[in-house]
Each structure stands twice: as C-alpha cells, then as structure tokens.
C-alpha cells in the first residue's frame, strides 16, 4: 500500500508542476496613492538576460512610471530603482503563470520579455 501511496504523490507533484518556480514582480510598490486607494500596483513588466523590471504608475509624476529592476544574483535583490517606492527583493511565484511571472527558474530563462499586468490603481494616475 505505501509504495503505491507513494507512486500517487510523486505523479500528483510532477504532473501539477509544483517544481515550477518563478520570479515575480511585487504587486504594488511602496508609493502610496491615498489611503484608500492604497499603493501604486504593477502596470507592466520587461525581462532581458537575468534581469526583471517592474513598471509602476509615478504618483508624484502623473504619467510616468516608477521602475525597479531585479536581478538573479543573491536571491533577485533590486539593482535599479529607489528605495522610496521598490521593495528590496523580487517576489517568489510557485506556480509559474504565464503573464504574471518574468522569470522561470527552472529553465533560468524570461518567460515572455514583455508582459502587461494592469494591476489594480495601475492605471489611475
């Protein structure tokens, strides 16, 4: 019984994908809009080589973006960008869907090297 217990989970983990890792950008960054509107949340993103940049609206600059631009090296610290909006770390996406996540780790490879997100309040300002 245990083996075939067994052969169950490891089909059930290889055929959803769970070793499927990517990098994502975070939802919103650090630039608050109001307080009830909340933060400036991700417009787009553009992926080259190992490097992920995120696109956020600018509330101090109405229609120009903030970006943040993340890097593999050291857990995909932001090499690019202010402190004031960016959040220090790219975010982590275990299920790797497409649109949402620049970089996947399993094939160290850009998923797409553009992608539209339009997250909420992205296009508010």
Known sequence: MIPFVLA???FLALGTGV???CEACPNCD???ISISQGDACLNYWTCE?????CFYPSVANPGTFNNCSYSEPNDWPVNEGSSE???PYAG???KCEPGND??????SACTASYGYVGGVNSGLL
């Open 8 to 10: 169950v989970s490891l």
């Open 19 to 21: 070793s499927a890792t």
């Open 30 to 32: 650090y630039e608050s």
């Open 49 to 53: 080589g190992d490097t992920i940049t």
């Open 85 to 87: 909006f960016c959040f």
């Open 92 to 94: 982590v996406n275990s």
């Open 102 to 107: 620049p970089y996947n780790v399993g094939t």
